[in-house]
Antibody, heavy 126, light 107 residues
């Protein structure tokens, strides 16, 4: 059974870089059937998409975060990672990693985010 | 970016009620929409993908409909475990965007 597990510091100082890793178990990250994504949720608020990555390294980012975000993949470790630079209190959130299913066919489409990690809370504070 | 709106933002309902939540996209997104259920302290769970396809393991009382800009999630007979917040997500194009959520609580 596929499992995703986020890991990383729970506390980050303002202006520093937030770094999280998602470890995928029970399945290969090197599959052409999936993208891998980061989602976040500020306390008491809704969900925000951060970015997607394919095992080849192709990435898509939220424009609102693009200048500060880097998502990378390490297929040898079956992991993908998030780096968010110059953080502020507004980046305090619950961060989730997810699997985004690619539909088969000639037109690129998706079948939703079918697997999620349990989430990890990151607080930005001095 | 495509804007997603949901209505209502919250609703109160009783066990056994039929509940419908609406999601509207600011432009056409074919049927590239999913519905997610989130309970307090838990990760979201995929209920419906491609607007109307039931995710494996999800009870058949959940159904989705719509295409283009207007979509519905219907719970045919609300169960105690269905009290949660529901989000739509368009994955038609990047940036992916979620609706603001609909909280379903007990009347």
């Amino acid at each position: 059974q596929l499992q995703l597990q986020e890991s990383g510091p729970g506390l980050v100082k303002p202006s520093e870089t937030l770094s999280l890793t998602c470890t995928v178990s029970g399945g290969s990250i090197s599959s052409s059937s999936y993208y891998w994504a980061w989602i976040r949720q500020p306390p008491g608020k809704g969900l925000e998409w951060i970015g997607n990555i394919f095992y080849s390294g192709t990435t898509f980012y939220n424009p609102s975060l693009k200048s500060r975000v880097t998502i990378s993949v390490d297929t040898s470790k079956n992991q993908f990672s998030l780096k968010l630079s110059s953080v502020t209190a507004a980046d305090t959130a619950l961060y989730y990693c997810t699997r985004h299913v690619l539909a088969s066919g000639f037109v690129v489409s998706y079948y939703g985010m079918d697997a999620w990690g349990q989430g990890t809370t990151v607080t930005v504070s001095s | 970016a495509i804007q997603m709106t949901q209505s209502p933002s919250s609703l109160s309902a009783s066990v056994g009620d039929r509940v419908t939540i609406t999601c509207r996209a600011s432009q056409g997104i074919r049927n590239d929409l999913g519905w997610y259920q989130q309970k307090p302290g838990k990760a979201p769970k995929l209920l419906i993908y491609a607007a109307s396809s039931l995710q494996s393991g999800v009870p058949s009382r959940f159904s989705g409909s719509g295409s283009g800009t207007d979509f519905n999630l219907t719970i045919s007979s609300l169960q105690p475990e269905d009290f949660a917040t529901y989000y739509c997500l368009q994955d038609y194009n990047y940036p992916l965007t979620f609706g603001p959520g609909t909280k379903v609580d007990i009347k």
